[in-house]
């Protein structure tokens, strides 16, 4: 084969699990293996260590033919192409983030077009083309190209290898193939595919065999396909002579030729498919089964019931084979017409990665009886998804919604005429809800006849048109519909499933964990009586609020005669819970005000409109008054914020009590969810109290050394809002900044000091109203003694001395804080402080600054305050030529405030 395709699953994680599912085989190392047509290998690598992955390639002598080491580790991966590259590469892009990683790696191309790309979790993260320069290696015996040239035929995991834990031999671009081995039987019953897949050519008369068996190894009828030309085929125990597929060609591809033996009632029925083609669908009969010679009639050995199949040696062609149909699935048969009802659900099932580098696509086209368009869609798996409808001019459009990353995806198509008038369209991609949209003349404004091909035809039956590109695609149809919500928790929520069928339903049975709701002894759940109308049945749960606490799974069984399909037909109802906390708040209307909604236990986040106090929506336009952040970017783990600003402008003219509604929608299940409003009444307050005056933002504000601001704020733990106070010194130097930020752990930063935020040493009071008393205090500029007092409602914040081992080792810090302060400023980003009161200090409480190398001690006797500097060296040039252990003494009386005379020589420093 000139091409390849190798695909691994890279789990990096502290506790690893691995599931083998039936395709996956136990890895045997150092063992010839075929390669067959692609291959996928799970590898496991813990962190902190280092594993290595590697496959050699070989051509049909066993002869080495490229081969591919990837070498796992925390610091990213590293990989190597044997025979070509003399050392390890890292990959030249970012590889994405997360435990678990599928890398494809392709090879293609001969001559000097051979080409290795590598895609992580869909992203091209390697796109190399081979040539002397990238092969470097100069000890290799031959030149590079002899070997990346040859065809793989088998593969060989080495003992080197230490990451590889199981491998999957599977077809081209299909998953879950395995080997045919031909002494042992398969397991089959009634109802499952079997799909067998082979590299044999029209004309080279290989065989493909499939001998059924019952539970007791019976004969229970064969089908045999001969790659003659042209290629003929026989119904082993039923015909005399081989008839021929004259649709059916093979050249050098491969083929993958899916067989359904179907029984219904006393009818028999053979399908087969190949290359998603319909090529044989027959119904057993006396007319058809004309072989004389059998020892007992053909129903002797068609009537039994499958247990098995057997693939026996004489099986030419077959190399690999799969068994699916075990969830209801069959394979897609293209051009083929399938009967739908209006509303029934198409589930497609994919085997493929979400790539913008040749995107897989799904395409499903509607058709009346009479063969007319009903219209299309085509779902393209980009990433993100995307869709197009047909015969309405939609463009492709980005799916929204969260999208499963796992390899195999079922997407769900719905298309339902409503009873009032229009078409509406559905898709989900599992249980995410990817679209729903209601067709009219704006989603349709490209195409202005849409109405003759949605609206105006009655669709019954639709067609997958010829060979769709996603991988190994099959399908089931369902009539039951379930209705997903995400609602506000402890809330009332009804829960439903709409049935597409011409009469209405026997019997319905809602189950939540397999009990039903009303054997479960409480009056928490409703089943309210079923509603025919319009060809869809409908049935509702009402689920009391006292039991809607917490995301629940319901299963919705619905029992009838005339049900399309099974009779018995049931669907998962999904109905999840979010939290949403907003409170109300006390403001200022001088500045900007900030509203939060906060919401937690979200699926995929809220859409989000703020509605204004007169009901009507804020709009993006609206920027004068307001500005909105829905929170969306920052969205994590169900988590998201909301914040409306109310601009200055509004909050002037707010003179009483104001509501504005926060409004949320679930973005996981928008169509079927219902607003959750949640109401934020804004109280304005213009008056502080005795003493207090409005905070004005950035304009500075005079004090004396050691005065006290007192300041009041309504923000409370959690909100984010900030309290910030800048000191300024002469010529409004910067002398220091104290910040507050309300976060969960209230903290504070001091700016030139603290190198992060610290959570505060007191608790801070639950009540919003609280007021601050900021104190700061220079004690002895020489020796770096400067300190911080911070209460609030009384309760001691902080108590801090700045010194170099507070401030991180480090002198920096005065540059700042050494200054005496002259002023203070609350700049614009303090959100927090509504009112400010300034406090002189008492009459001789300000404390003088001593000169260097000298002591201060002060004492009150009476109204005299006596302070005595005392020399601490033999240093003139310090303390004006005085000797260690001399002293100078000052005065102040209290009933005046004065002190003695005051020189440079003493007190004071110049």
């Known amino acids: 084969m000139a091409n390849f395709i190798l695909r691994c699953l890279c789990i990096i994680s502290s506790l690893i699990v691995i599931i083998q599912s039936d395709g996956e085989l136990a890895v045997k190392r150092d063992t010839d293996i075929l390669m067959g047509l692609s291959l996928e290998i799970t590898t496991v690598q813990a962190s902190g260590t280092t594993k290595l992955m590697a496959v050699d390639f070989k051509d049909g002598s066993g002869l080495p033919a490229g081969s591919l080491e990837i070498v796992l580790k925390d610091s990213g991966p590293t990989y190597h192409l044997g025979q070509c590259s003399g050392f390890r590469e890292y990959f030249p892009l970012v590889l994405p983030s997360g435990t678990q990683k599928e890398w494809h790696i392709e090879k293609t191309g001969?001559?000097?077009?051979?080409?290795?790309?590598?895609?992580?979790?869909?992203g091209i993260v390697l796109n190399l083309l081979l040539s002397d320069t990238v092969c470097d290696n100069e000890d290799l015996e031959s030149p590079w190209k002899s070997y990346w040239e040859k065809e793989i035929v088998v593969f060989n995991i080495p003992t080197t290898d230490t990451a590889s834990t199981s491998y999957t031999v599977i077809a081209p671009g299909i998953t879950g193939f395995q080997p045919v081995d031909h002494t042992s039987n398969i397991a089959l019953s009634s109802g499952l595919t079997l799909h067998l897949a082979s590299d044999s050519t029209t004309g080279s008369n290989d065989k493909i065999q499939a001998l059924y068996l019952d539970s007791s190894d019976q004969d229970a009828g064969s089908l045999e396909i001969t790659l003659s030309d042209p290629i003929s085929y026989r119904l082993g125990e039923c015909e005399s002579t081989s008839q021929t597929l004259p649709d059916l060609r093979l050249t050098d591809t491969a083929l993958v030729c899916s067989i359904r033996r179907v029984v219904s009632g006393s009818d028999i029925r053979v399908v087969v498919s190949c290359r998603g083609m319909g090529v044989l669908d027959v119904v057993l009969s006396d007319a058809v089964c004309d072989d004389a010679g059998l020892a007992s009639p053909w129903r002797t050995y068609w009537e039994r019931e499958v247990a098995a199949v057997s693939i026996p040696t004489q099986d030419t062609a077959s190399d690999y084979y799969r068994v699916t149909g075990e969830d209801g699935f069959i394979p897609m048969v293209y051009g083929e017409d399938v009967s739908l009802l209006n509303g029934m659900t198409v589930n497609v099932k994919t085997k493929s990665l979400l790539s913008d580098e040749d995107p897989s696509r799904l395409t499903l086209l509607y058709f009346t009886g009479s063969d007319e368009s009903g219209g299309s869609v085509n779902i393209h798996l980009t990433s993100p998804p995307s869709y197009y409808l047909g015969q309405c001019g939609t463009g492709r459009q980005p799916l929204t919604g969260a999208t499963p990353q796992e390899y195999e995806k079922v997407w769900s198509i719905r298309r339902t005429k409503e009873t009032g008038g229009g078409v509406r369209v559905q898709i989900r991609c599992g249980q995410y809800e990817m679209l729903e949209i209601l067709l009219d003349d704006t989603v349709c404004a490209g195409d202005t006849s849409w109405r003759t091909t949605w609206e105006d035809t009655a669709v019954e039956k639709i067609q997958f048109p010829t060979q769709q590109d996603v991988v190994f695609p099959s399908y089931k149809l369902t009539a039951i519909h379930g209705v997903n919500k995400e609602v506000k928790t402890g809330t009332e929520v009804s829960g439903s499933c709409i049935v597409a069928t011409p009469s209405s339903a026997d019997s319905v049975v809602w189950e939540k964990e397999d009990v039903?709701?009303?054997?479960?002894?409480?009056?928490?759940?409703?089943?309210?009586?079923?509603?025919?109308?319009?060809g869809f049945y409908t049935t509702n749960m009402v689920v009391d609020a006292r039991d809607n606490t917490a995301d629940s799974v319901y299963q919705c069984v619905v029992t009838g005669s005339d049900l399309p399909g099974d009779s018995t037909q049931e669907a998962d109802v999904v109905i999840n819970v979010f939290d949403v906390v907003?409170?109300?708040?006390?403001?200022?209307?001088?500045?900007?005000?900030?509203?939060?909604?906060?919401?937690?236990?979200?699926?995929?986040?809220?859409?989000?409109?703020?509605?204004?106090?007169?009901?009507s929506a804020v709009t993006e336009t609206d920027t004068t008054d307001y500005s909105m952040d829905n929170g969306l970017a920052s969205f994590s783990g169900g988590s998201q914020k909301a914040i409306l600003t109310v601009k200055r402008v509004v909050m002037e003219t707010m003179v009483s009590p104001t509501t504005y509604t926060c409004r949320a929608r679930s973005i996981q299940y928008s169509s079927t969810s219902p607003d959750v409003d949640t109401s934020i009444t804004l109280t304005p307050i213009t008056d502080g109290g005795v003493g207090f005056t409005l905070v004005t933002r950035d304009t500075p504000l005079p004090v004396l050394v050691g005065m006290t601001v007192h300041i009041k704020t309504l923000s409370k733990s959690g909100s984010g809002d900030v309290l910030h106070l800048k000191y300024l010194s002469d010529k409004e130097r910067p002398a220091g900044d104290f910040i507050v930020l309300f976060s969960d752990t209230p903290s504070y930063y001091l700016e030139g000091c603290t190198a992060a935020w610290v959570p505060l040493s007191g608790d801070l009071p639950a009540e919003a109203a609280k007021t601050w008393s900021i104190k700061r205090s220079v004690v002895n500029i020489y020796n770096k003694v400067v300190k911080m007092e911070v209460t609030c409602n009384e309760v001691v914040m902080l108590n801090l001395t700045l010194s170099d081992t507070e401030c991180g080792n480090t002198a920096e810090w005065t540059t700042q804080w050494e200054r005496e302060a002259v002023a203070v400023v609350f700049p614009g980003d303090d959100t927090a402080s509504n009112f400010y009161q300034l406090e002189e200090e008492e009459p001789c409480s300000l404390i003088l600054t001593p000169l260097k190398y000298s002591t201060l001690e002060c004492e009150m006797v009476g109204d005299i305050k006596t302070c005595t500097l005392t020399c601490d060296t033999d240093n003139g040039y310090y303390f004006n030529n005085h000797d260690t252990g001399d002293s100078l003494v000052q005065t102040c009386d209290r009933k005046t405030g004065l002190w003695s005379e005051q020189t440079a020589d003493n007190f004071y420093a110049k």
């Open 582 to 615: 907003a409170d109300d708040k006390t403001v200022v209307t001088n500045r900007d005000q900030k509203i939060t909604c906060s919401f937690s236990g979200l699926s995929a986040g809220a859409q989000i409109t703020w509605l204004k106090p007169d009901g």
């Open 110 to 122: 001969t001559g000097d077009d051979i080409r290795v790309v590598v895609k992580c979790n869909s």
């Open 516 to 534: 039903d709701v009303t054997a479960i002894p409480s009056t928490f759940y409703t089943v309210e009586p079923g509603v025919f109308e319009g």
